[in-house]
Nanobody, 116 residues
């Protein structure tokens, strides 16, 4: 079965950095695009970044452009989100996503809190 397991969240001060990881299993990882979403309290889940199956093309929300970088390792079946210059408004639960056919698969999420 498809499994997505996020890690790397935590508490960080404004201006700091974190790297999130999402380990995938149960499907042929290298064939599918991957995405990171986030959901802040009281807000809808929003797309943060996505990456094509071969990693050659990426897309970012305007709010994170220039600060976040999505990447993937198709040998390790892992997708990453490097987050730099973090702001309090980046505080949210971050989710890994893969759409396989018509089905969206989600990880359990990892909490990122940006606060002094």
């Amino acid at each position: 079965q498809v499994q997505l397991v996020e890690s790397g969240g935590g508490l960080v001060q404004p201006g700091g950095s974190l790297r999130l990881s999402c380990a995938a299993s149960g499907f042929t990882f290298r064939r599918y695009a991957m995405s990171w979403y986030r959901q802040a309290p009281g807000k809808e889940r929003e797309l943060v970044a996505d990456i094509t199956s071969d990693g050659t093309s990426t897309n970012y929300a305007d709010s994170v452009k220039g600060r976040f970088t999505i990447s993937r390792d198709n040998v390790k079946n892992t997708v990453y989100l490097q987050m730099n210059s973090l702001k309090p408004e980046d505080t949210a639960v971050y989710y890994c996503n893969s759409r396989i056919g018509l089905v969206d698969y989600w990880g359990q999420g990892t909490q990122v809190t940006v606060s002094s």
